[in-house]
């Protein structure tokens, strides 16, 4: 009898399964809808590329620049934005460059507070040591799940039927919406079953069985007098300098905060600020001066200058040289750099003084350093302990004399501008012509 009663329960909990598994298929269109809605923006329509990478062959010989022609234009292949530094890059076809760079490139960025050893003046010899609390931005180098979180820029449209002026994120014109993978954790209540439901509908919304709910949050890109009402100028520090900077983390709601932080696996108290607008992090060192600029040259959060190249080639070349590489490939995204170029012999790039592109000439002012962080896979987010830096150092160390030891890979650049208002385009497939070489000497931040 007992048997018979369990083998029954069992089948109609069998059916019921199947029942629920079926009736989720049928939903599955809904839910894919559901879940596109949710990831419009009222008003405003996706910006940068959609559809395949222009980098999607950049493994391909082609590109390997070792068939170089001088007939052949050096061209621009593919161009890449990081709204929130360290984060993931969004890639366009176009778009204006100011005086900071690509305009959305590196307006946010990270940072938590540290407690450190207050920095002695110079000479001051005593022993007492006096603790600061500092906040301090965060990139890949010590987070390197930060590489996980998506962003995606979306800006006003007038066309779409959603428009309006009075939308919430038109009048902040546009916002970066950023999402990261997090699953709860299942008990056995009704949580749990929310929990369970919500997972089983991602995975069949999306046809993908490693497929994860998603958490998401937007940042206003340049806010309006209201929702500016809202945050505080606070100092943050940003290698050598302690700039202020916005805070915005009120934007992020609390219980995303902390699970954005499990996420990171970040501790510390962290904060979210975005690039002041009236205040830039201004450039010395290898930049142009203001005689020879017409304005002080300045950036976001990027590390030192307002734009970074690379050519396809070189990376190419480098990943030849590295035997252990956890990847079939060295991903020249690893680079982090906002233009990528082919049509150009390996390396061509390290000894470029001034380039153009449409009507801009762009100042190559130094050599990139290289530290580990290219060591991060972009696609999983693991960072390798040795490669590709082990490699770099030991290829492209003492190439720079002011840089020495420190591997190089890839230029930093200013653009030259009109004024320190102006702007002008840049475009995937343009030409970008050489127009003077000569040496170069990395001028360091830290001297050691
Ligand atoms: C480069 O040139 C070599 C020798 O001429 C040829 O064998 C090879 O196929 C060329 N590669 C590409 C990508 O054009
Ligand atoms: C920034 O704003 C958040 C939320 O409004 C606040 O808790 C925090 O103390 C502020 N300051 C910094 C430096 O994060
Ligand atoms: C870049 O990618 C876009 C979208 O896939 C494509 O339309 C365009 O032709 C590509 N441009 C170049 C120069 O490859």
Redesign the pocket.
Known sequence: MDALLHSGAFALTTILLAALIASLFIFSSHFQRQLDAESTVPGCRRFG??????MSDQYSPEHNGENFTSSAAC????LFIYPIKSCKPVEI?HDDVILTGLRYDRQFCFAQLKTEEAEKDEGDLSVSTKWVHNWKFITQRNVPRLSQVDVKVWVPDPSSPSYSPEAEWVKSKGCVVCSFAFTPEWSWNLDGLKTAFSLLKTKIAQRDIRAEPRLTFKLPIAPDEKRSQNYNREVMKIWKCSPTAINITSEIPTDTLAKLKYFLGVSNPLALFMADPENHRQVFRNAPTVEEAGYQPGVGFADAYPLSIMGVASVQKVSKTIKNLPTPHLDALRFRANIYLTNIPPFAEDDWKIIRSGNLDYHVSCRTTRCDLPNVDPATGIKDRAEPYKTLKQTRGNIDKGAGAHPVLGMQMVPLLKDAKGSEEIR??AEMKVVKTGEHYYIKLFQD
């Open positions: 590329l959609v559809g395949k990478s222009n061209k621009i292949k593919a076809e995937v497939g």
